[in-house]
């Protein structure tokens, strides 16, 4: 059996890495930094500039008091070490301590340093100075930004601790301890990576994942990286005004059906092959008339008589692509996680039948 001082350092452990990189559930009930110090951070819609000036610092504090925490907490876990007396303590439990102590210590004094003159040498308020015209001050250009963010015609995505915003004037990322911000006319976006994922976390679909560099005309600006749904990306590019670049081994799948497409062409290859019968010839798919029928219905996910799926006594007609764009056609577009599971009539006699239905010809 584990003892107590193992069980509450996993413990511990868990409630770190979910408190700093916040999943859904910790989202749900309310263990973020943002809900925590709701009170004193105010409204991110009423005032964006300033409500991350202070979320970033108190993120910051906040991260930096768990090791101390996980100290105070292992005083009770493993009272026989008398963590309580650290001069009785053993010397690496003294070096722990000494260590998550100085550790919010520097962190107050840098949020100290960002806070003086009114937020003025935090790196969100030096970032937005180096827009500030000649006579005015970095509060005049987070007044814009205040402005264009409380528009409802923006575009914003990702998770909290990575969101994207694009206003008509700034392209900015919300991250953990910072906010980078960039003028749209001064910036380039440059799509430099693609990921294929074979399941997103909210649907059974396949999802592409974008990588976009934001590189400012100015060299004082810090470039950074964005990330987002490549089904997202045709409405971000209408966001911007200046067209999106992207590096030549770039493929960017954007709809939805392109991705089911890709999958459903997967999973009929790996169903039984059809044997198309001698002095049978196969002619031209009749829903593009470009290439040869390739795809024949056969029921052959369950017996014969049994469930939903009917035999289709249709001769080959369609080929995989336009098969696979029927079926995605017959789908709800609310409900993606349902598309791999259905079942939708034939498109010649109506005979309903399923993905492992489809079967190539050979």
């Known amino acids: 059996m584990d003892s107590p001082e193992v069980t509450f350092t996993l413990a511990y452990l868990v409630f770190a890495v979910c408190f700093v990189f916040t999943p859904n559930e910790f989202h749900s009930a309310g263990l973020t930094v943002q809900n925590l110090l709701?009170?004193?951070?105010?409204?991110?819609?009423?005032?964006?500039?300033?409500?991350?000036?202070?979320?970033?610092?108190?993120?910051?504090?906040?991260?930096?008091?768990?090791?101390?925490?996980?100290?105070?907490?292992?005083?009770?876990?493993?009272?026989?070490?008398?963590?309580?007396?650290?001069?009785?303590?053993?010397?690496?439990?003294?070096?722990?301590?000494?260590?998550?102590?100085?550790?919010?210590?520097?962190?107050?004094?840098?949020?100290?340093?960002?806070?003086?003159?009114?937020?003025?040498?935090?790196?969100?308020?030096?970032?937005?100075?180096?827009?500030?015209?000649?006579?005015?001050?970095?509060?005049?250009?987070?007044?814009?930004?205040?402005?264009?963010?409380?528009?409802?015609?923006?575009?914003?995505?990702?998770?909290?601790?990575?969101?994207?915003?694009?206003?008509?004037?700034?392209?900015?990322?919300?991250?953990?301890?910072?906010?980078?911000?960039?003028?749209?006319?001064?910036?380039?976006?440059?799509?430099?990576?693609?990921?294929?994922?074979?399941?997103?976390?909210?649907?059974?679909?396949?999802?592409?994942?974008?990588?976009?560099?934001?590189?400012?005309?100015?060299?004082?600006?810090?470039?950074?990286?964005?990330?987002?749904?490549?089904?997202?990306?045709?409405?971000?590019?209408?966001?911007?005004?200046?067209?999106?670049r992207r590096a030549a081994h770039v493929v960017i799948r954007q709809s939805l059906s392109d991705l089911f497409l890709e999958t459903f062409a997967s999973l009929v290859e790996g169903n039984q092959a059809y044997a198309v019968p001698s002095g049978q010839e196969l002619e031209a798919c009749i829903g593009c008339m470009q290439t040869r029928a390739g795809v024949k219905l056969v029921k052959s996910c369950q017996d014969a008589a049994a469930g939903e799926c009917q035999q289709c006594y249709c001769r080959p007609m369609w080929c995989l692509t336009c098969m696979g764009k029927w079926f995605a056609s017959r789908q709800d577009p609310q409900r993606p996680d349902t598309w791999l599971a259905s079942r939708v009539p034939c498109p010649t006699c109506r005979a309903r039948f399923c993905i492992l239905d489809v079967c190539c010809i050979r």
Not at 121 to 146: E, F, I, K, N, Q
Not at 199 to 211: F, K
Not at 229 to 241: F, M, P, T, V
């Open 38 to 244: 709701s009170g004193w951070l105010g409204s991110e819609d009423a005032a964006f500039v300033s409500y991350h000036l202070r979320r970033t610092a108190a993120t910051l504090l906040c991260h930096s008091l768990l090791p101390l925490g996980y100290y105070v907490g292992m005083c009770f876990a493993a009272s026989d070490k008398r963590l309580h007396w650290p001069a009785q303590a053993p010397e690496a439990w003294r070096l722990f301590l000494l260590l998550a102590v100085l550790l919010p210590c520097a962190a107050g004094a840098l949020v100290y340093h960002w806070a003086r003159d009114r937020w003025a040498r935090h790196p969100l308020a030096r970032t937005l100075a180096l827009y500030a015209l000649p006579r005015s001050g970095w509060a005049a250009v987070a007044a814009s930004v205040d402005t264009e963010f409380r528009r409802i015609d923006k575009f914003a995505t990702g998770a909290p601790g990575a969101r994207v915003i694009v206003t008509d004037t700034w392209v900015m990322k919300v991250a953990t301890y910072r906010v980078h911000v960039a003028r749209q006319q001064e910036a380039q976006l440059t799509v430099t990576e693609s990921r294929q994922h074979e399941l997103s976390p909210d649907s059974n679909l396949p999802v592409q994942l974008l990588t976009l560099r934001v590189a400012s005309a100015s060299p004082a600006v810090r470039p950074f990286d964005i990330r987002l749904n490549s089904a997202e990306y045709g409405e971000l590019c209408e966001k911007l005004q200046a067209p999106v």
